[in-house]
């Protein structure tokens, strides 16, 4: 609900982040970290999360091919 009127807003983003991690949906996991580095390019934190999110997402279409 937070980020139905709040968009942009970090702590829900990163909370969401986790519980789609968590849950195994790197896809969207990857789609809401990406928005976070968008808005906050100066965290490596987002950078990194993003990048290995990413590595999964690739690893889990190469295994699907």
């Not at 942009?8 to 789609?31: H, P, T, V």
């Not at 987002?46 to 990048?51: G, I």
């Amino acid at each position: 609900m937070v980020l139905q009127r709040e968009p942009n807003n970090q702590l829900a983003l990163e909370k969401m982040s986790i519980i789609r991690l968590n849950s195994g949906d790197d896809k969207g996991a990857s789609a809401l970290m990406e928005k976070l580095v968008k808005l906050h390019p100066d965290r490596q934190d987002y950078n990194t999360v993003l990048r290995d999110v990413k590595k999964r997402v690739a690893e889990v279409n190469q295994a699907g091919k």
